[in-house]
């Protein structure tokens, strides 16, 4: 085979061989490694799913309950029943009418001694009559005074009670919805979380992906090396077989060169005897030849 067919050959064979792209070379292990990675971020991404729905439902039970609670006056007013309130004010007020009417007799006693009497009285008669109905009066006032106090007294720790069971009724409307309110931060913590978890897992995925992609050119820039090489081994022999050839048609020509100059010069050293014989004869024979 020639050189050059040889070389046709090689370059033929190593054009048609040429390394595929890096992306054409596999490795299970990395496969594994990015399977493993993307099912860890479908079930991320289910869990966020989950997570958001919690939270959502957290924020609708908040609302929902922010929406019932109660303004401390209608708390306040909606209680009055059930502490006796009304009833104990109107007992007060009965008491506060019937001690202010007994005052006011009380006062009005002297006119009306002699007007309630059938005949006229003399001053000791109105005096002792005054006296002693003035002294039931007063013991009488002095006992509805009591009771009014007392009847002033209930109602008063009635309207207290009332304002401390709307505070308290307050208060615990307010707890319960920081609890919901913690129960929502908690589950757009839980959102939030999962939210991150999948950008730190989807941040892994590409970390493998770039490795795999590196692996990957370390092998094609391999097999590249491995396949240049054989390209430059063959251009090397194509072009030593070349000098080859060129050194033995340069030895080849100088020989074929030699052997011309030998046969001139040889022909002519015949032509040189020969004109040495024809004068030679000439002169002693009269005769070229």
């Known amino acids: 085979m020639s050189s050059s067919s040889y070389w046709d050959s090689q370059y033929k064979n190593l054009m048609a061989n040429r390394p595929p792209s890096s992306d054409s070379y596999y490795n299970q292990s990395f496969v594994d490694r990015m399977n493993e990675a993307q099912r860890d971020i479908d079930n991320l991404v289910s869990e966020k799913d989950k997570s958001w729905s919690a939270m959502n439902q957290k924020k609708d039970e908040y609302d929902a309950f922010s929406g019932s609670m109660r303004e401390y006056n209608d708390i306040y007013n909606e209680s009055k029943s059930k502490f006796g309130v009304e009833e104990s004010q109107d007992t007060y007020e009965k008491s506060k009418k019937a001690l202010a009417l007994a005052q006011s007799t009380l006062d009005a006693l002297p006119s009306t001694i002699n007007a309630s009497s059938n005949r006229v009285l003399t001053q000791s008669q109105r005096e002792a009559r005054y006296n002693a109905l003035a002294d039931r009066a007063t013991r009488q006032i002095g006992i509805m005074t009591q009771q009014n106090s007392m009847y002033e007294q209930a109602w008063k720790n009635a309207r207290e009670n009332q304002a401390t069971y709307a505070k308290a009724e307050m208060a615990s409307q307010y707890a319960k919805l920081g609890d919901f309110n913690n129960a929502w931060i908690s589950a757009m913590n839980e ?3 999962a939210v991150r978890r999948i950008e730190n897992a989807k941040v892994d995925l590409n970390l493998i992906r770039n490795d795999y992609r590196m692996w990957q050119a370390r092998q094609w820039s391999q ?5 240049y090489n054989k390209l430059n081994n063959a251009l090397s022999r194509y072009v030593q077989a070349l000098n080859t050839e ?5 030895l080849e020509r100088e020989k074929k060169m030699a052997d011309s100059d030998a046969e001139i010069a040889y022909w002519m050293n015949k032509g040189r005897e020969r004109t040495s014989k024809m004068i030679a ?3 002693f024979n009269g005769t070229f030849y």
């Open 223 to 227: 097999a590249n090396t491995v396949w």
């Open 191 to 193: 959102y939030d979380n």
């Open 281 to 283: 004869n000439y002169y």
């Open 246 to 250: 060129h050194t033995l048609y340069r």
